[in-house]
C-alpha cells in the first residue's frame, strides 16, 4: 500500500522560509515518475485545498495566494516531491499534505499525516 510521507513543517515568523518534503514509501520508480503530485493546504477550519502541483512533464500549478512564493519540485529517482516556502505570511498556517493528483479535487491516494506549519511572531 503507498504511503506518503510529509516532513519539513515547523513555527516560522513571518517572511521566513521552510522547506517540505514528501516521500513516496512503498512505491517504485516506474510508479511515481508519471504522477502528477500536488501539495494540498488544510487550515483551521477551512477545507483541504490544492495550493501546488507538479505534473510529470514538470509543469506547474500554484494557487493564486501563494504565487510568486512558493516553488514546487520533485525528483522522481527519490519519489519524493517539495515545497520549497518563502515570504511566508500567518494565513500559511495549516497542515500541509501531498497527494497523487487524478484531477486537482481527486486525490489519488490515501492521505498520510501531513507536516504542521505555523507562521507566526
Known amino acids: 500500500q503507498v504511503q506518503l510521507v510529509e516532513s519539513g513543517g515547523g513555527l516560522v515568523q513571518p517572511g521566513g522560509s521552510l522547506r517540505l518534503s514528501c516521500v513516496a514509501s512503498r512505491m517504485i520508480f516506474s510508479v511515481f515518475s508519471p504522477l502528477d503530485m500536488g501539495w494540498y493546504r488544510q487550515a483551521p477550519g477551512k477545507e483541504r485545498e490544492l495550493v501546488a502541483s507538479i505534473s510529470t512533464d514538470f509543469a506547474t500549478y500554484y494557487a493564486d495566494s501563494v504565487k510568486g512564493r512558493f516553488a514546487i519540485s520533485r525528483n522522481n529517482s527519490r519519489k519524493t516531491v517539495y515545497l520549497q516556502m518563502s515570504n511566508l505570511r500567518p494565513e500559511d498556517t495549516g497542515l500541509y499534505f501531498c497527494?497523487?493528483?487524478?484531477?486537482?479535487?481527486?486525490?489519488?491516494?490515501?492521505w498520510g499525516q501531513g507536516t504542521q506549519v505555523t507562521v507566526s511572531s
Open positions: 497527494n497523487a493528483l487524478i484531477t486537482a479535487s481527486q486525490p489519488k491516494y490515501d
